[in-house]
């Protein structure tokens, strides 16, 4: 069992940044891909962005351009920095890691985070 822990959501007005924080046992994201996705009420939850073992990102597009994906092997977590936030953006953010890379799918993932909520207000 991996256990990853969400920090850093919070509320917000639109416009704003917020980073978000996903620390995970040493040595988590050498071994596994790490990724964000999201899930607003009554929808399904949705990829967000993903960074590989070789720090290769992937992005939804509906957050390209406005936000950074990134890990910190010296701290064990990853980061996801959302810029120009929008009303939205209002959701759920969960960290997880699977073995495989890309814009992954929820049944790609092996663990996941208990999740941060992240509110933008306009």
């Known amino acids: 069992q991996v256990r990853l822990v969400e920090s850093g959501g919070g509320l917000v007005q639109a416009g704003d940044s917020l980073r978000l924080s996903c620390a995970a046992p040493?040595?988590?994201?050498?071994?596994?891909?790490g990724s964000w996705f999201r899930q607003a009420p009554g929808k399904e939850r949705e990829f967000v962005a993903a960074?590989?073992?070789?720090?290769?990102?992937y992005y939804s597009d509906f957050v390209k351009g406005r936000s950074a994906i990134s890990t910190d092997s010296a701290k064990n977590t990853m980061y996801l920095r959302l810029d120009s936030l929008k009303p939205e953006d209002t959701a759920v953010y969960f960290c997880?890691?699977?073995?495989?890379?890309?814009?992954?799918?929820?049944?790609?993932?092996?663990?996941w985070g208990q999740g941060t909520q992240v509110t933008v207000s306009s």
């Open positions: 997880a890691i699977s073995r495989r890379t890309g814009r992954i799918n929820t049944r790609d993932v092996e663990y």
């Open positions: 040493e040595r988590t994201f050498a071994r596994y891909a």
């Open positions: 960074i590989s073992w070789t720090s290769f990102t």
